[in-house]
């Protein structure tokens, strides 16, 4: 089976402090992957997404990277917080006519 | 670019009742459709997609979906709904021409909450 996996599953970080998410991905070589932001009561934003290893296109500005070291990893990263860093990162892969989601980081910033 | 307008920002609604979720976009060029679920504190599960072929779409747990162009619409329905049908829809479209990536533009979201 296709499996991802998002670590840590929540996290509550304080402001100026530096992140890292992590999306794994199993059962599958060289997928698209993509990163994305749910803030509070809003909606769903693509924030970076990698067709290989190396390769990243971001299209949101901001305070956040994303690096993809290895062809199932997928890793979102801030050297400094800001408070509207704050919500819920999805991770997901795209398959065959949709994309399959991770179970999400919730990040909370203080 | 495209854009995806979720009309609704919440739904009440009692069990056993019909639901619908209304859903419209906006895109320069065609594009597949699809209605994601989100249950508290989970990652998206997808409900139904359109990509091609018959307008009428139905998914997993009862509901269904209609492609209409003309209108550029793409309503979620369910006929009777279930308390396990709490949960948060989105609706989202992705391109059908990929230079790169396969990128999906959702909609606001709809709060959906059953009471009994």
């Known amino acids: 089976s296709q499996t991802i996996h998002q670590w840590p599953a929540t996290l509550v970080q304080p402001v100026g402090s530096p992140l890292s998410l992590e999306c794994t991905v199993e059962?599958?070589?060289?997928?698209?992957l993509y990163w994305y932001r749910q803030a509070a009561g809003r909606g769903l934003q693509l924030l970076f997404y990698?067709?290989?290893?190396?390769?990243i296109s971001s299209e949101v500005p901001q305070n956040l990277s994303a690096s993809r070291p290895q062809d199932r990893q997928f890793i979102l990263s801030s050297k400094k917080l800001l408070l509207s860093d704050s919500g819920f990162y999805l991770c997901a892969r795209e398959g065959p006519g949709e994309q399959y989601f991770g179970p999400g980081t919730r990040l909370t910033v203080t | 670019a495209q854009s995806v307008t979720q009309l609704d920002s919440q739904v009440p609604v009692f069990e056993e009742a019909p639901v619908e979720l209304r859903c419209n976009y906006s895109s320069s060029v065609s594009v597949y459709l699809f209605w994601y679920v989100q249950y508290p504190n989970q990652g998206l599960q997808l409900l139904l997609k359109y990509l091609s072929g018959s307008t009428l779409v139905k998914g997993i747990n009862g509901f269904e979906a209609e492609f209409n162009k003309s209108q550029t619409s793409f309503h979620l329905r369910k006929p009777s709904v279930h308390i396990s049908d709490t949960a948060e829809y989105f609706c989202?479209?992705?391109?059908?021409?990929?230079?790169?990536?396969?990128?999906?533009?959702f909609g606001g979201g709809t709060r959906v909450l059953v009471k009994p």
């Open positions: 990698s067709v290989g290893i190396g390769q």
């Open positions: 989202a479209v992705s391109p059908m021409i990929k230079a790169a990536g396969n990128k999906l533009t």
């Open positions: 059962g599958t070589s060289n997928p698209n």
